[in-house]
C-alpha cells in the first residue's frame, strides 16, 4: 500500500491577538518570520532546521479546528532545555512547566512547557529520539 502522507507541510494553531504572538514566536522564541498580513490575522514563520512552517491566524466564525489557547503537543527541541527557558522567560515568554529530567526506556532526557500570549503550550526538550 502506498503512503497516504509523504511530508509535513506546515502546523497551524489559532491566535486571537496576532501582535502578541508575533511578538512572542519572533522575539521571544526567535523564529524567522516569513509574513506578517495584518488584514488576514495572519503569520507564518520557518522552524529552524526543517522545510515545515509554523503559520497561525484568528479563528473565523465557523472555521473548523482548536480554539485559540487549547493547543498542545507541538515539540520544540534544544540541546538546553533548561537554557532556553531562562532565555525565553528573560525574553518576557511564559514557562509553564519547569525543565525536568524524564527517564524512558530509550534513556533520559529534559523536557519542559512554555506558552504563547493565548495559552498554547508546547514542549521543549533536547529529546533526539
Not at 509523504?6 to 523564529?31: E, K, N, P, T
Not at 533548561?82 to 518576557?92: D, M, V
Not at 504563547?116 to 529529546?127: H, K, R, S
Amino acid at each position: 500500500m502506498s503512503e497516504v502522507v509523504d511530508g509535513l507541510h506546515a502546523v497551524s494553531v489559532h491566535i486571537r491577538d496576532v501582535a502578541a504572538a508575533r511578538i512572542f514566536y519572533r522575539d521571544v522564541l526567535g523564529l524567522k518570520e516569513l509574513l506578517f498580513d495584518v488584514k488576514a490575522n495572519r503569520l507564518v514563520f520557518a522552524l529552524p532546521g526543517t522545510s515545515t512552517l509554523l503559520t497561525m491566524h484568528a479563528q473565523g466564525p465557523g472555521e473548523h479546528g482548536r480554539e485559540a489557547g487549547t493547543v498542545s503537543g507541538l515539540v520544540f527541541h534544544h540541546p538546553d532545555p533548561a537554557g532556553a527557558c531562562r532565555e525565553i522567560a528573560r525574553r518576557g515568554g511564559t514557562v509553564t512547566g519547569a525543565p525536568e529530567v524524564v527517564e524512558s526506556s530509550v534513556g533520559s532526557f529534559v523536557r519542559a512547557v512554555i506558552a504563547d500570549p493565548d495559552g498554547n503550550e508546547f514542549l521543549l526538550t533536547n529529546q533526539t529520539d
